[in-house]
């Protein structure tokens, strides 16, 4: 007789540093990536938790180890700074094997991800943006990140929101609390479209 099969629970991993190089280590061998810096920026001006290339083709990377909320808005304000400073940026980091001046892709790693998010998304934007949904695994001194690609319904359809209309949008995403005011988010919606 055969032993039952071994089941492994999930495992809670609470610092956010850890869960970005378990998410940089998944970025570097499911990806492809090669991961350029951490924590680049700060969330007043807009930060990147994890920024990586592959190819010709920068992935400005979000970890959500809180509200989903929040790190859309992380990864949205992350966006605009890049977009703002990449010569600069590309002048520090930037090399033949890490150029920064490719497409760019947004790249969400959440561990829940509201539902319906994958319908809402690309209405609303130009850039290019990957959702995944994530779980640690196995134990403290080994821990792993399953993950799974949240299928963009890039079909959808759905309402585009025109600038004008930012209180149904910041309802939309829940980030009525990022204290962001309506120029600001006006400002973000465009630079977000001009990508």
């Known amino acids: 007789m055969s032993p039952p099969p071994r089941t492994l629970p999930p495992l809670v991993v609470t610092d956010p540093a850890e869960v970005s190089r378990l ?3 998944w970025i570097t061998d499911v990806l492809g990536c090669t991961i350029v810096d951490f924590g680049i920026g700060n969330r007043f001006i807009g ?3 994890v920024l990586a290339v592959s190819h010709d083709v920068v992935h400005l990377v979000t970890v959500d180890t809180g509200s989903f909320a929040d790190a859309l808005l992380g ?3 992350g966006y605009w700074w890049f977009v703002e400073n990449r010569a600069f940026l ?3 980091y930037g090399s033949e094997d890490t150029p920064l001046m490719g497409d760019v892709v947004l790249v969400i790693l959440s561990r829940d991800p509201p539902r319906g998010i994958q319908r809402i998304l690309p209405s609303l934007l130009k850039v ?3 959702l995944f949904r994530y779980a ?3 134990t ?3 821990p792993f990140l399953c993950v799974e690609e949240l299928t963009l319904d890039e079909d959808s359809g759905g309402e585009t929101h025109e600038a004008g209309d930012v209180e149904a949008l910041v309802r939309e995403l829940g980030i009525e609390e990022a204290g962001l005011d309506g120029d600001e988010i006006r400002r973000l919606i465009a630079a977000l479209r001009a990508a």
């Open 23 to 25: 998410c940089a280590r």
């Open 47 to 49: 930060s990147i938790d």
């Open 75 to 77: 990864a949205f304000t």
């Open 90 to 92: 590309d002048r520090i």
């Open 128 to 130: 290019k943006l990957r």
């Open 136 to 138: 640690t695994m196995g």
């Open 140 to 142: 403290a001194e080994e």
